[in-house]
Nanobody, 126 residues
């Protein structure tokens, strides 16, 4: 059974930085594009970022472009999300996502996700 396990959520102040991590288990790591989505209360789940296996192709949502960085540690089957200059509107549950081909462009939509993590809460206070 494929598993995605997130870690690193928490509560911070506006302007702070925070890092998230997600480990993929029971699946061939090199075949999967990886990404992050988020969902704030009362809102639709929103694309945050995605990345190819080799790390050479990345996509970002407009709301986080220039503030968030997605990365992969292939030796650990892990994908990270470095979040900087956090704003109150970044408050959400953040979900790790995986797609069963190395096409991160298709991970920009919820319909392109094959596997979801359970989510980790990020709260930013202004």
């Amino acid at each position: 059974q494929v598993q995605l396990e997130e870690s690193g959520g928490g509560s911070v102040q506006a302007g702070d930085s925070l890092s998230l991590s997600c480990v993929l288990s029971n699946a061939p790591w090199e075949r999967h594009a990886m990404g992050w989505f988020r969902q704030a209360p009362g809102k639709e789940r929103e694309f945050v970022a995605s990345i190819s296996y080799g790390g050479s192709i990345e996509f970002y949502g407009d709301a986080v472009q220039g503030r968030f960085i997605i990365s992969r540690v292939n030796a650990k089957n892990a994908v990270g999300l470095q979040m900087s200059n956090l704003k109150s509107e970044d408050t959400a549950v953040y979900f790790c996502a995986a797609r069963e081909d190395n096409v991160p462009a298709l991970l920009q939509r919820k319909e392109g996700v094959d596997y979801w993590g359970q989510g980790t809460q990020v709260t930013v206070s202004s």
